[in-house]
Each structure stands twice: as C-alpha cells, then as structure tokens.
C-alpha cells in the first residue's frame, strides 16, 4: 500500500505546517532510526517474530514485535531538546507478507513490500518537499547511514540533503594523493 494512500498522510503534512520556525541553526534537523515495540495477542497489524540485537540476557532476542521505522524533527522545546516525530512505517518481513500472514493485511488486503531504506527514503522525501527550501540533515545510526539510503533521497532533493551517522565497520575511506615531486620516477603510492 503507498503511503499516499494512507488516511493519515494529509494530516501529516497538516501537522507539520503547524510546528513554528522548525529550522535549527539553518537546518531541518530530523533524527531517523528503527525501533521495536513488544506486544501482546496475536491479531495485531504489523507484529512478526524479530530478531532484537539490543535484547538483554534475560530477554527474548525473538519477541512478538512490531518493527517501525520512523522519523522525528529535533528541536528545542523550552530550552530543552525534544524529538517531535514526523512520519512512521511498520516494516514487515519479506517472509510475512509472501506468507500472507493475517498480521501483514489491511482490510483485507496484503500490504506490499519495502525495505527499511525505501521507506526511510519516501519519509525524508516527503519531508523535504514539504520544507521545500531548508536544507535537511538527518541524524541516523550507522545502519542507516549508507548509499542506499543517500542515493536516492540525494537524487530526489539534491544538495539540500545530508547525513550525519556513525561510520560503518565496512566503509572504505579514502585520501586524495600526494602531489607529484618534480622529475618523480614511477606512479604515486596508493
């Protein structure tokens, strides 16, 4: 189902006209993460098995969750920071919603499929257009912070999108070389 869809897309954007001077320091500061919420019953839209990499000794590292990827504008709020949420998804497994599982279906119908990226990416989008001039930079753990998160939003919003994250394990830095010396035998080191 695309968001566009959702009942309560219009009343986001509604919201967000009402929050007063949202930039900070020249910016749209928004804070993107994922989160776990336990549940209980078994008829509850969105819940699977998820494996929780946070999860304590005492507990369950599988539990019936819902999984929600969302997004919430940092501000100031009477001298202190607040996060103002702006936008949410509920994540479901690729494995649930091929199973046609009763907690991935909305009146009925199967929902569609997409990553936690894709939605990250639309919510961000959406956003922007909405503060059409203000630069974003959104502030996000190291598994968000990566190119298949950048490309796409960066594609849609240009230079007015950035990220601040933690690097990956994985990522691959790189230095500009040395300048040549004059007269220099032989290629440059890497």
């Known amino acids: 189902m695309a968001s566009s869809s959702l009942p309560w897309t219009g009343l986001w954007k509604t919201i967000w006209g009402l929050i007063p001077s949202p930039e900070t320091g020249g910016h749209i500061l928004v804070v993107l993460d994922d989160s776990i919420i336990t549940r209980v019953g078994k008829k509850i839209f969105g819940c699977e098995k998820i494996f929780d990499h946070a999860a304590k000794s005492n507990q369950s590292k599988y539990p019936w969750a819902q999984n929600i990827v969302s997004v919430g504008l940092l501000k100031q709020v009477k001298g202190r920071r607040a996060c103002l ?51 974003i930079l959104a502030v ?15 594609e849609a919003i240009g230079n007015r999108f950035n990220i601040l994250s933690r690097l990956r394990c994985n990522n691959v830095l790189y230095d500009l070389p040395e300048k040549r010396k004059p007269k220099q035998r032989g290629r440059n080191k890497k």
């Open 85 to 135: 949420f702006l936008d949410f998804r509920f994540y479901l497994p690729l494995k649930t919603i091929q199973a046609k599982k009763k907690t991935a279906t909305i009146k009925g119908e199967v929902v569609s499929f997409q990553t936690k990226m894709t939605q990250a990416g639309q919510m961000l989008i959406e956003i922007a257009e909405h503060f059409s001039i203000v630069p």
């Open 140 to 154: 996000t753990d190291s598994w968000f912070g990566n190119n298949g998160l950048w490309k796409p939003v960066y």
